[in-house]
Structure formats: C-alpha cells, structure tokens
C-alpha cells in the first residue's frame, strides 16, 4: 500500500483517484453486447458466456430439478446461518415501510401518497470465483417485502456450468421467482431488453464489475431503471491510537479479496499506526486463499497520514467510500460529520463483514464516490410513489384563483382554463 504523508488539500482529488480501465472500451463492449442480445436474444447470451466465461450454456433458466439438487448440497450450518441472517435483514427492511398520510395544505385541498411496489426486478448476483449467495437476501428479501409480483435473478454459471448451489438455496429462501445462468453484461443486457428466455424487467439491481456497472449505467439511459452505480468494492478505515491494527489489516483485506480494482484506504493522524498496520498486512495476506487478488488491490490502495482527525473526516467525505469504518476514541463526535458513505461501521467490534452478511442492513451501496448522491439499497429502492389528491368545492373556490394568476403569468391559457370552467360554474350554482 503507498503511503501518502499530510497531502495539501489540492492534492486530495488526484490521490483519491479509484482505479479505472477506459470508459471509450467499455462503452463499445457493452455497445456490441446490447445490440446483438437485441436481434439474437437467448442466442446471443450463451455466445458472451461462452467468449467471455468459457462456459457453454444449454438452458439458461434453472430447472426445478436443479434447485432442489442445491437444497441438498448447502450444509446445515449454513442453512442456518442463512437463516438467522435472513430474519435480521427482514427486520431491518421491513421496518422502513411508511405510508404517508393524508395532508390538508389549504382548507379543502388534501394531498397524500400510496407506495406501490415496482412489478418486475431483476437481481444481479456475481457469481464465478467468488459466488456471492448473500446479495440474493440483500435483494431478494426487501423485494419480497415491498410486494415485487415478479423477481428476476441472473449469476454467472461456474466452470462446471452450474449456479452456485448457496446462491440456489438463498434464493428459493428468499422467494425469487426464476433464477438465469447468465452473467456479466449479457446478464444486464437480457433483464434490460428481454429474450426468449428472461423477462424484461422494469429496474436492475445488484452489484458487479466495471463492465457491469457500464453496462447497468447504459441501460438506465435506454430507460430501464438501476439502484445505483454499484462496481468494484472499497473501504476507508478511520483509525487513531485506540484502534487495533489486526482489526484494520483484517478490514482493509476483507474488501481487497474481492477484486483486484478494489481499493482499500486507511486515513489516520496517528503516525506510528501505519508500520504496524502494514506488517500485520503483510503477516494476513500470506493465509489468504485469495491472496493473488488482494494483493494486486493493495497496489490500488494507500495508507493517508492527516493532521486530525476533523481533517480526515473532510478528506473521507470527499472520497464518500462504500463502506466507511470509524475505529476512533469518541466515535460519537464523528457521527454527525459524516456526509458522505454508503454504509457507516462505529466501533472496534464492528467489522465491516457484519454489514455484508447478517447485521441487518444492506450491502449494495453505492461506490466510486457516488455515495455523495446516492444510499445503498433499501425497502424504498423496490417501491414507487404515486401522489393523490383531492380538492373539495370549497377548496376549489379558495385555491382556483391562485392557480389561475400562476397559468397566466406562464401563459399557459387551457391551465388557467381548466380552473377557470369550474369556477365559474360553482359561482352560477351558488
């Protein structure tokens, strides 16, 4: 990890670069990808599983005979772990439903809000080296709260052809509908645009890659909606003398496995922390079995030295991470400071894995500093809000006037028309 000492505020944007590839390459991949899903459909997403993954695909969608395979193949304490997770993350999520009620902004004029559910969602799932079956309860769950009459999953198949039978397990748990052995952009490409096999579906969720994310970022254009930009993993940890530093290597390297253009940042005022943080780095990494991808996101990835800790706050603002770990004395007096980060972990005995598998809360959180503008997933991310309201006679008569001089000043006449036929025909009844 490179070491940046006390950096003037007018580096800060150059050191808090993520790591990127060329945005003009994958714009023309996902171009390719997209248009070809569009004329050939199931077609076209085993050709990409076969270029990309060297898979080959027969039948895209995940037999009944197949799920029930994977239910026998997850060991009991996982299923149980699954379970007391899945409870958690229920909890969690079924506790943001609001219903708003009725509101009288002027006498006679009552205005109000029903939450719908969004019918159709498709869920992302990354699979392959690292088949993340704990995004299907991220997902699949507040979906099934919200009341999603169709849900939609795609994961890439492993080297054997096959779903990861965890990920086949959660989701029958969680209730998704049809579970697609397809992955990467073709996966986005067929929810955006449907084929024989997939449904189009109405908003994208989950996480994934670059190319994933490009491909998420396009089909939003196309209008299709996404949760968010959600791409390669990152984390800042905020540490100062209370902090343990096998604590911090264990955080920093949690995210670093995941991919080798994640980024892992430890900002801190406290000088002496960082030798002891790079050697238990070093001593973790070696028992990794994922050490060759660690490794190469610890090139990516820096330790920052700041003056204090208001100034770290700052600097972390700026980089509003995904996962923002606060390992500080006076964790409180962080609290109200922190602005931008999509998922906040206070305290030493809060590792930032708790928020990816069982604590309550959910993990899809917006990366590459988009958590200045955008929360993680949550009940609201698979719900719609459609306004009501109704204007009585008297209210009519009381607000009309207002809307009138409005329309007028916009010149917009059939607005001020539309208030004015009924006016005038509540003063004749009167």
Known sequence: MEVINYPNKTEWNTILER??????????????VFNEIKIDGDKALKKYTWLYDKIKV???????????EAESLV????KNALAIAAKNVEKFHAAQFQESDKIETSKGVNCWRKSTPIERVGLYVPGGSAPLFSTVLMLGIPAKIAGCKEIVLCTPPGEDGKIDPAILYASKLVGVDRVFKVGGIQAIGGMAFGTESI????????????YVTAAKQRVNKLGVAIDMPAGPSEVLVLADKSADPEFIAADLLSQAEHGADSQVVLVTWMPELVARVQEAVEKQLQDLSRKEVAALALKNSKIIVMNSLEEALELSNEYAPEHLIVSVENEDTCVNKITNAGSVFLGNYTPESAGDYASGTNHTLPTNGFAKSYSGVNLESFMKSISFQKISENGLLELGPVIEVMARAEQLDAHCNAVSVRLQKLKKQS
């Open 58 to 68: 027969d039948d895209l969608l995940v037999s009944e005979e197949e799920m029930e």
């Open 19 to 32: 790591p990127t590839i060329d945005t003009e390459e994958l714009e023309g991949v996902v171009s390719q």
């Open 199 to 210: 449904p189009n579906v109405y908003k994208i969720f989950g996480p994934g890659n670059q």
């Open 75 to 78: 060991g009991e304490d996982l």
